[in-house]
């Protein structure tokens, strides 16, 4: 069961009055072991958007722009953000099967799948775990995959001035800026490297030291039509994992979005919804 929320039209992260009404929902799962927060809004056929390993948890212009053609759902992850639970998952396998008890809980029987990053790690596992739950799949610079030619940095010891530069195509945009913004309270400070502490946490329970678990040996049951976004400039995850997953994946098309580093939705969701929609519509 779903607990009340509120129907906004704000955009909390600066994009203005958004287009879409949208509701910060709680939704229990397991009798209560767990507490989802959860941004929700739109109407059309489900999506469930999976998020990165940055923790976002609020409302963006990204899934503002994908809730003007579809039903959006967009879940922080156990342990990050309002969501707990986190101590009752000891492994990737458990939190695939959590992720599959939370579409139970929301009624949804099929949806379109849409991973970012560590959130494409999830996606791409639900996707071989139970493909027919899975319509079409998109995975936005993924992880899951190794190559030993081209390790993924470890983002768990960043500085904020490396991340920028592995992130962003450009650390200047407002995207970039209000991601690396720090409250001038301190108080509020502490508050918010904490909370990026205990994201960062909950992400490396389930991924490091290398965040391949064994995605390869399952891949062959990802059959659903699959796409692949890939920022040009991805410090992080770079353009030879696209093109790993491309050779794992015969149903799948791979699109590059120029000018953009590993958070493309963020930095140019324009582009990367024009690039989903005929695929999601197909």
């Given at each position: 069961m779903v607990a009340p929320g509120c129907w906004r039209t704000g955009n909390p992260h600066g994009g203005g009055l958004s287009m879409v009404e949208y509701r910060h929902v709680t939704v229990p799962v397991r009798g209560g072991k767990f507490q989802v927060q959860m941004v929700e809004g739109g109407t059309g056929d489900n999506l469930i958007f999976l998020h990165g390993e940055d923790g976002a948890t609020e409302w963006t212009p990204f899934l503002d722009l994908l809730a003007q053609h579809f039903h959006v759902y967009a879940p922080a992850h156990p342990g990050q953000g309002g969501s707990n639970g986190l101590q009752y998952l000891d492994d990737l396998w458990d939190l695939v099967i959590f992720y599959e008890e939370l579409m139970q809980e929301l009624g949804i029987d099929q949806v379109h799948a849409v991973g970012h990053s560590y959130g494409g790690l999830l996606a791409a596992e639900?996707?071989?775990h139970r493909p027919?739950?899975?319509?079409?799949?998109?995975?936005?610079?993924?992880?899951?995959?190794?190559?030993?030619?081209a390790p993924i940095a470890d983002f768990f010891i960043l500085t904020a001035e490396e991340r920028a530069k592995m992130f962003w195509f450009d650390a200047g945009c407002e995207?970039?800026?209000a991601a690396f913004a720090k409250p001038s309270d301190p108080e509020e400070k502490m508050e918010s490297?904490?909370?990026?502490?205990?994201t960062l946490a909950a992400v490396g329970k389930f991924i490091w030291p290398i965040p391949d678990k064994g995605l390869t040996k399952r891949i062959h049951r990802i059959t659903m039509p699959t796409l692949l976004l890939w920022g040009d400039s991805d410090g992080m995850v770079p353009m030879n994992y696209g093109q790993a997953f491309k050779d794992l994946l015969p149903n799948s098309s791979l699109k590059v979005i120029e000018k953009a580093g590993h958070l493309p939705q963020d930095e140019r969701p324009s582009a990367v919804v024009d690039a989903m929609?005929?695929?999601?519509r197909g």
């Open positions: 639900l996707a071989s027919e739950k899975v319509s079409r799949l998109v995975l936005i610079n993924s992880l899951g995959l190794w190559l030993d030619d995207a970039a800026k490297d904490l909370s990026r502490t205990e929609l005929p695929f999601l």
